[in-house]
C-alpha cells in the first residue's frame, strides 16, 4: 500500500514520457514551457527588462551621488558621541573634520569648535583610563587655546578643563588665573571652584589670598555645613602657620559648639589634632586625631590625614609596627589620596628604621613614592619632605654599614633636586669613603687574582667618586664659608691622592690657585700643587710651581715649606741641578720662619745629608748627619741616619786609599819623606775612619733591633749594615773578625747574592791568614751557593760584589787548584 503523499508510478525521465503527457501530481503542465512553444519562448523578456532598469538606476547612482554629511553636521555627531562617553568615537570624526580643513576651509567657529570638542575628548580619555599623562594635558590647554583663538566662548567647564591641566602641569600662576576666570564665568559653580583656588594658593604658601579667598567663600550663603566645616578647617591651619595658635584653637573650639554632625565633628577634631602636632603636643595630637578617627568615614579626605599623622607621630615616637599600620590604612583605603605618597614614605622610613628584615620593603616604598613625586610637576610640593625622608634613612643605612642602600638613595634624593647643596655633596662624599675604606678592609684578605684586581678598582673607583663629591661640596661653599671650602677642597685632594688619581688632584688644584689667587689658602694650594706635579714627574712644573709660591707669598709658611720639595724635584733632574738643589735647602736652614722644631728644617737636613753624601762629599754628610741625630735623638729614621753616617766614614776611608798615589816615584829624600809621611798620616785617617765606621755599623744593627725594620729602605740598610761592617773589619786587617761577622752576615741572607760577597771575602780572609785549606773549603761552599742562586736573584739584587774581591777570589781559587792538582 502506498504512503500518503507517495507515487506509485515507477519514476521516468522526460525524454521517456509521451508528448504533452502530464506527470501525474504536478499543477503545472510543463508542456507549455517546452522550447518549442510560444510561452516557452516569451517568459525570459519581462526579467530582462527589470534588469536593464536596476543597472540603469545604478548608474545613475553612481553618476549623480547623494551630498554627505555637512561639517556642522558632523560636529554635532561629535558632541553626542561625546554626550555618551564615547570619547574615542568622537576623536575620529573631529579627525576626519580637521582632515577637512586642508581641502576646503573651516570657518573659525568649526574650527574652534572641532578643538574644543577635542580637548573634551582627550580629558575623557583620561578619566576612562585612569590616565595622568603630562602630555594629554598639554593638548587640552593648546586644543583649548585654539578654539578661544577661532571665537569659541570657553565657558566655566572648559576653562575648568584648563586650570586643572595646568595644575596637573605644575604651571600653578596659570592654574589659578584660569580657575578664576571659571569662577566668573558661571556663579553657580564658584564655591567647588574657589575651594581650588585656596587649595593652591595654600600649596603656594600665599596664605594672606588664601585667607581673602577663604573669607569670600564663607561669605557664600549657598554653602552646606560640611563646606563651611571645610574652609573653618583650612583657616585654622593657615592660622597655625602664621604661629597663630590660640587664634585657631578658638576658632575650632567655637565650630565643635554648633556642630553635631559627627562626620564634621570628626574633621575639626582632625584639625585641632594637627594644631596640637605643630604646637609640639603630641600626645594631645594623637587623641584628637584618634577621635576624629572614630568620627570619619572613609570617603572624607580627612581620614586619610588623620591616619596619616598618626603615623608621622608614632614614627617620631619609634613605633615602627603601629606607624606602619597607619601608613598602611592610607595606602589601601586612599589610594588616590594627597596623603598616599607621604605614607608611602612613611611607610619606607618605619620599615628601614624597624630593622635590617624589613629594610628591601622600606627602599621599595621610598623608591616607588619618589618615582610617583617626579612624575607630576604639581607634586614638587611634596619634594622637601620627601628629600628629609630620604636623609633620614640614608643616615640610618650608612650606620649600618649598608653602603650600596645609602648610595641609592642618594641617588634618590638628587632625581628629586637635580642641583642639590653644599651639604648634600659632603654627605655623599663620606658615604663613598666610608664605602671605600669598608672594601679596603676586604682587600686585605682577598687572595692575589682577577677577583682582587676588580675590587681594587672597585676601591679606587668609590674613593675618587668619594674626592669628586668633596671638590663639589667645597665649591657649594665658595661665597658662604671660606673654611668650609678649604677643608673640603684638601679632603677632597686628599682622596684623589689616596686613589692615585694625580691628575684629578692637579685640576682642583690648578683650578683652586687660577680662580682664588688672593686666598688664604693660595699658598697651601700651590704647595700642594707642586707636589703632585712631582709625583706626576712633572718636574720642571713641580719646580715653576714651588718657586712661584716662594716668589709670591714669600712671607707664608707654606712659601718656607716649598724649599725641600723643591730641592727634591731639582734633584729628580739629574746631578746637574744639584747646586739648585743645595741652596734650595740652605734657604729653607735659614729660613726665619722655620725653627729647628719644624719637621720642614729636620727634613730639609736630611735632604741636605743625603745630597752631600750622593756627591761624595763624606766629611759634610758626616757633619749633617750627626747634627740631625743629635738634635734628634729619637727620630723614627735614626736606623737610616746612622747607616748613613757609619757608610759615609766608610766611603772616605775608600777615597782616602785611592787618594794621594804620585804619579812620578819621588827622587830626592826630602820628597820620600814627605810622601811616607803623608802615606802615614792617610792609613793613620783610613784607620780612624774605617773603625768609627765599623762602629756606626753596629749602633745601626743595634736600633733595628729596638726598632725592626719595616720600609723597603730600613730593611736594605739593616742587610747592608751586616756585610759593611765585616768589610771595614777586613780592610782594617783583622781577618778573623771579619770571618765572623761575614759568615753571620751569609748565614742571615744566605738567599740573597750578598751572600756569595760575603763568602768571597772569607776565601780571601782565610788566604789572607794562610789558612789555604779552610780557604779552599769556604771557596768550595761559594762555588756552591753560586751555583743554586737563581738567576733572578742577581736581577733583583740591591747590592753587587765589588769587583776586587772578584779578581782576588778567582786568583785564588785557581792557585788552590793548581796546588791541588800538583799533588
Given at each position: 500500500?502506498?504512503?500518503?503523499?507517495?507515487?506509485?508510478?515507477?519514476?521516468?525521465?522526460?525524454?521517456?514520457?509521451?508528448?504533452?503527457?502530464?506527470?501525474?501530481?504536478?499543477?503545472?503542465?510543463?508542456?507549455?514551457?517546452?522550447?518549442?512553444?510560444?510561452?516557452?519562448?516569451?517568459?525570459?523578456?519581462?526579467?530582462?527588462?527589470?534588469?536593464?532598469?536596476?543597472?540603469?538606476?545604478?548608474?545613475?547612482?553612481?553618476i549623480?551621488?547623494?551630498p554627505?554629511?555637512?561639517?556642522d553636521q558632523?560636529?554635532?555627531?561629535?558632541?553626542?558621541?561625546?554626550?555618551?562617553?564615547?570619547?574615542?568615537?568622537?576623536?575620529?570624526?573631529?579627525?576626519?573634520?580637521?582632515?577637512?580643513?586642508e581641502?576646503?576651509?573651516?570657518?573659525?567657529?568649526?574650527?574652534?569648535?572641532?578643538?574644543l570638542?577635542?580637548?573634551?575628548?582627550?580629558?575623557?580619555?583620561?578619566?576612562?583610563?585612569?590616565?595622568?599623562?603630562?602630555?594629554?594635558?598639554?593638548?587640552?590647554?593648546?586644543?583649548?587655546?585654539?578654539?578661544?583663538?577661532?571665537?569659541?566662548?570657553?565657558?566655566?567647564?572648559?576653562?575648568?578643563?584648563?586650570?586643572?591641566?595646568?595644575?596637573?602641569?605644575?604651571?600653578?600662576?596659570?592654574?589659578?588665573?584660569?580657575?578664576?576666570?571659571?569662577?566668573?564665568?558661571?556663579?553657580?559653580?564658584?564655591?567647588?571652584?574657589?575651594?581650588?583656588?585656596?587649595?593652591?594658593?595654600?600649596?603656594?604658601?600665599?596664605r594672606?589670598?588664601?585667607?581673602?579667598?577663604?573669607?569670600?567663600?564663607?561669605?557664600?550663603?549657598?554653602?552646606?555645613?560640611?563646606?563651611?566645616?571645610?574652609?573653618?578647617?583650612?583657616?585654622?591651619?593657615?592660622?597655625?602657620?602664621?604661629?597663630?595658635?590660640?587664634?585657631?584653637?578658638?576658632l575650632?573650639?567655637?565650630?565643635?559648639?554648633?556642630?553635631?554632625?559627627?562626620?564634621?565633628?570628626?574633621?575639626?577634631?582632625?584639625?585641632?589634632?594637627?594644631?596640637?602636632?605643630?604646637?609640639?603636643?603630641?600626645?594631645?595630637?594623637?587623641?584628637?586625631?584618634?577621635?576624629?578617627?572614630?568620627?570619619?568615614?572613609?570617603?572624607?579626605?580627612?581620614?586619610?590625614?588623620?591616619?596619616?599623622?598618626?603615623?608621622?607621630?608614632?614614627?617620631?615616637?619609634?613605633?615602627?609596627?603601629?606607624?606602619?599600620?597607619?601608613?598602611?590604612?592610607?595606602?589601601?583605603?586612599?589610594?588616590?589620596?594627597?596623603?598616599?605618597i607621604?605614607?608611602?614614605?612613611?611607610?619606607?622610613?618605619?620599615?628601614?628604621?624597624?630593622?635590617?628584615?624589613?629594610?628591601?620593603?622600606?627602599?621599595?616604598?621610598?623608591?616607588?613614592?619618589?618615582?610617583?613625586?617626579?612624575?607630576?610637576?604639581?607634586?614638587?610640593?611634596?619634594?622637601?619632605?620627601?628629600?628629609?625622608?630620604?636623609?633620614?634613612?640614608?643616615?640610618?643605612?650608612?650606620?649600618?654599614?649598608?653602603?650600596?642602600?645609602?648610595?641609592?638613595?642618594?641617588?634618590?634624593?638628587?632625581?628629586?633636586?637635580?642641583?642639590?647643596?653644599?651639604?648634600?655633596?659632603?654627605?655623599?662624599s663620606?658615604?663613598?669613603?666610608?664605602?671605600?675604606?669598608?672594601?679596603?678592609?676586604?682587600?686585605?684578605?682577598?687572595?692575589?687574582?682577577?677577583?682582587?684586581?676588580?675590587?681594587?678598582?672597585?676601591?679606587?673607583?668609590?674613593?675618587?667618586?668619594?674626592?669628586?663629591?668633596?671638590?663639589?661640596?667645597?665649591?657649594?661653599?665658595?661665597?658662604?664659608?671660606?673654611?668650609?671650602?678649604?677643608?673640603?677642597?684638601?679632603?677632597?685632594?686628599?682622596?684623589y691622592?689616596r686613589?692615585?688619581s694625580?691628575?684629578?688632584?692637579?685640576?682642583?688644584?690648578?683650578?683652586?690657585?687660577?680662580?682664588?689667587?688672593?686666598?688664604?689658602?693660595?699658598?697651601?694650594?700651590?704647595?700642594?700643587?707642586?707636589?703632585?706635579?712631582?709625583?706626576?714627574?712633572?718636574?720642571?712644573?713641580?719646580?715653576?710651581?714651588?718657586?712661584?709660591?716662594?716668589?709670591?707669598?714669600?712671607?707664608?709658611?707654606?712659601?718656607?715649606?716649598?724649599?725641600?720639595?723643591?730641592?727634591?724635584?731639582?734633584?729628580?733632574?739629574?746631578?746637574?741641578?744639584?747646586?739648585?738643589?743645595?741652596?734650595?735647602?740652605?734657604?729653607?736652614?735659614?729660613?726665619?720662619?722655620?725653627?729647628?722644631?719644624?719637621?720642614?728644617?729636620?727634613?730639609?737636613?736630611?735632604?741636605?745629608?743625603?745630597?752631600?753624601?750622593?756627591?761624595?762629599?763624606?766629611?759634610?754628610?758626616?757633619?749633617?748627619?750627626?747634627?740631625?741625630?743629635?738634635?734628634?735623638?729619637?727620630?723614627?729614621?735614626?736606623?737610616?741616619?746612622?747607616?748613613?753616617?757609619?757608610?759615609?766614614?766608610?766611603?772616605?776611608?775608600?777615597?782616602?786609599?785611592?787618594?794621594?798615589?804620585?804619579?812620578?816615584?819621588?827622587?830626592?829624600?826630602?820628597?820620600?819623606?814627605?810622601?811616607?809621611?803623608?802615606?802615614?798620616?792617610?792609613?793613620?785617617?783610613?784607620?780612624d775612619?774605617?773603625?768609627?765606621?765599623?762602629?756606626?755599623?753596629?749602633?745601626?744593627?743595634?736600633?733595628?733591633?729596638?726598632?725592626?725594620?719595616?720600609?723597603?729602605?730600613?730593611?736594605?740598610y739593616?742587610?747592608?749594615?751586616?756585610?759593611?761592617?765585616a768589610?771595614?773589619?777586613?780592610?782594617?786587617?783583622?781577618?778573623?773578625?771579619?770571618?765572623?761577622?761575614?759568615?753571620?752576615?751569609?748565614?742571615?741572607?744566605?738567599?740573597?747574592?750578598?751572600?756569595?760577597?760575603?763568602?768571597?771575602?772569607?776565601?780571601?780572609?782565610?788566604?789572607?791568614?794562610?789558612?789555604?785549606?779552610e780557604?779552599?773549603?769556604?771557596?768550595?761552599?761559594?762555588?756552591?751557593?753560586?751555583?743554586?742562586?737563581?738567576?733572578?736573584?742577581?736581577?733583583?739584587?740591591?747590592?753587587?760584589?765589588?769587583?776586587?774581591?772578584?779578581?782576588?777570589?778567582?786568583?785564588?781559587?785557581?792557585?788552590?787548584?793548581?796546588?791541588?792538582?800538583?799533588?
Amino acid at each position: 500500500m502506498a504512503t500518503i503523499g507517495s507515487n506509485p508510478e515507477p519514476s521516468r525521465s522526460v525524454s521517456e514520457r509521451a508528448p504533452g503527457e502530464r506527470r501525474p501530481g504536478s499543477s503545472l503542465d510543463v508542456s507549455t514551457l517546452a522550447p518549442g512553444s510560444r510561452f516557452g519562448r516569451l517568459w525570459q523578456f519581462p526579467l530582462l527588462l527589470i534588469s536593464l532598469g536596476l543597472f540603469g538606476y545604478a548608474g545613475y547612482r553612481l553618476i549623480d551621488p547623494q551630498p554627505g554629511p555637512t561639517i556642522d553636521q558632523q560636529l554635532d555627531a561629535a558632541g553626542k558621541l561625546l554626550q555618551n562617553d564615547r570619547a574615542e568615537a568622537a576623536t575620529e570624526v573631529l579627525r576626519a573634520v580637521l582632515l577637512e580643513d586642508e581641502k576646503r576651509k573651516l570657518t573659525e567657529p568649526q574650527r574652534g569648535r572641532a578643538h574644543l570638542y577635542l580637548a573634551q575628548a582627550v580629558e575623557q580619555v583620561q578619566q576612562t583610563r585612569r590616565l595622568d599623562l603630562p602630555a594629554n594635558h598639554e593638548r587640552i590647554v593648546e586644543y583649548s587655546r585654539i578654539a578661544e583663538k577661532n571665537g569659541v566662548h570657553l565657558d566655566s567647564t572648559a576653562l575648568r578643563r584648563v586650570a586643572e591641566s595646568f595644575e596637573a602641569l605644575g604651571k600653578t600662576s596659570d592654574a589659578l588665573a584660569a580657575y578664576r576666570r571659571a569662577i566668573s564665568a558661571d556663579a553657580d559653580k564658584a564655591p567647588s571652584l574657589r575651594r581650588k583656588v585656596i587649595d593652591l594658593l595654600v600649596a603656594r604658601n600665599e596664605r594672606t589670598e588664601a585667607e581673602s579667598q577663604i573669607r569670600e567663600y564663607l561669605a557664600d550663603t549657598r554653602l552646606t555645613q560640611s563646606e563651611r566645616s571645610w574652609a573653618i578647617g583650612e583657616q585654622s591651619r593657615l592660622l597655625v602657620d602664621r604661629l597663630m595658635f590660640a587664634q585657631a584653637r578658638d576658632l575650632l573650639a567655637e565650630a565643635i559648639k554648633q556642630e553635631q554632625d559627627p562626620a564634621l565633628l570628626g574633621q575639626f577634631h582632625y584639625r585641632l589634632g594637627y594644631c596640637d602636632w605643630k604646637l609640639g603636643d603630641d600626645k594631645s595630637a594623637e587623641r584628637y586625631l584618634r577621635l576624629a578617627r572614630n568620627q570619619l568615614q572613609v570617603s572624607q579626605p580627612e581620614d586619610a590625614e588623620s591616619a596619616l599623622l598618626l603615623g608621622r607621630i608614632l614614627l617620631e615616637r619609634k613605633a615602627y609596627a603601629e606607624a606602619i599600620s597607619f601608613f598602611n590604612t592610607v595606602i589601601v583605603s586612599h589610594p588616590d589620596a594627597g596623603a598616599a605618597i607621604p605614607s608611602r614614605l612613611g611607610r619606607g622610613l618605619s620599615r628601614i628604621e624597624a630593622g635590617v628584615d624589613t629594610s628591601d620593603a622600606g627602599m621599595q616604598d621610598l623608591t616607588s613614592a619618589v618615582a610617583d613625586i617626579a612624575a607630576k610637576p604639581s607634586r614638587d610640593g611634596m619634594k622637601p619632605d620627601a628629600i628629609k625622608v630620604l636623609t633620614q634613612a640614608g643616615r640610618v643605612m650608612t650606620a649600618r654599614e649598608n653602603f650600596g642602600a645609602a648610595l641609592e638613595l642618594l641617588s634618590l634624593e638628587q632625581s628629586l633636586e637635580p642641583t642639590p647643596s653644599a651639604e648634600f655633596f659632603g654627605r655623599m662624599s663620606r658615604v663613598f669613603e666610608r664605602h671605600a675604606q669598608q672594601l679596603e678592609k676586604t682587600l686585605k684578605t682577598e687572595p692575589e687574582g682577577p677577583a682582587r684586581v676588580k675590587k681594587w678598582q672597585q676601591w679606587r673607583d668609590t674613593l675618587v667618586r668619594a674626592a669628586d663629591a668633596a671638590v663639589a661640596h667645597s665649591r657649594g661653599m665658595t661665597l658662604n664659608d671660606d673654611t668650609g671650602y678649604g677643608e673640603a677642597l684638601w679632603r677632597g685632594i686628599d682622596l684623589y691622592d689616596r686613589a692615585g688619581s694625580l691628575s684629578q688632584a692637579i685640576g682642583a688644584l690648578e683650578l683652586f690657585v687660577a680662580e682664588r689667587p688672593t686666598d688664604p689658602l693660595a699658598p697651601d694650594a700651590l704647595l700642594r700643587l707642586g707636589k703632585a706635579y712631582h709625583a706626576a714627574g712633572q718636574f720642571d712644573r713641580a719646580i715653576d710651581a714651588f718657586k712661584r709660591n716662594q716668589f709670591r707669598y714669600e712671607r707664608t709658611l707654606a712659601a718656607q715649606k716649598s724649599g725641600v720639595p723643591l730641592a727634591k724635584s731639582y734633584i729628580a733632574k739629574g746631578p746637574a741641578s744639584y747646586a739648585k738643589a743645595e741652596d734650595a735647602l740652605q734657604a729653607t736652614l735659614q729660613s726665619p720662619l722655620l725653627t729647628p722644631d719644624a719637621d720642614e728644617f729636620r727634613q730639609a737636613l736630611l735632604e741636605l745629608a743625603e745630597l752631600y753624601y750622593r756627591t761624595a762629599r763624606y766629611e759634610e754628610a758626616v757633619a749633617k748627619l750627626e747634627e740631625l741625630t743629635t738634635r734628634y735623638p729619637n727620630d723614627d729614621r735614626k736606623g737610616q741616619l746612622l747607616f748613613l753616617m757609619a757608610d759615609s766614614y766608610r766611603k772616605s776611608a775608600l777615597l782616602l786609599a785611592s787618594a794621594g798615589k804620585p804619579t812620578t816615584a819621588p827622587t830626592d829624600a826630602a820628597s820620600v819623606a814627605q810622601e811616607e809621611a803623608a802615606r802615614a798620616e792617610r792609613s793613620a785617617a783610613r784607620l780612624d775612619r774605617l773603625t768609627k765606621a765599623r762602629k756606626l755599623y753596629d749602633q745601626t744593627l743595634d736600633q733595628y733591633r729596638v726598632v725592626p725594620p719595616k720600609a723597603e729602605l730600613d730593611q736594605l740598610y739593616f742587610k747592608l749594615a751586616h756585610f759593611y761592617r765585616a768589610d771595614c773589619v777586613y780592610d782594617i786587617g783583622q781577618y778573623e773578625e771579619a770571618i765572623r761577622l761575614y759568615d753571620g752576615a751569609a748565614l742571615r741572607f744566605q738567599d740573597d747574592p750578598s751572600a756569595l760577597t760575603a763568602y768571597v771575602q772569607i776565601v780571601n780572609a782565610f788566604a789572607a791568614l794562610g789558612r789555604n785549606g779552610e780557604a779552599r773549603t769556604a771557596s768550595e761552599r761559594a762555588r756552591w751557593l753560586l751555583q743554586r742562586m737563581p738567576p733572578a736573584a742577581f736581577k733583583e739584587a740591591q747590592r753587587s760584589m765589588p769587583q776586587a774581591s772578584w779578581e782576588n777570589w778567582v786568583k785564588w781559587t785557581k792557585a788552590i787548584d793548581a796546588t791541588a792538582d800538583g799533588k
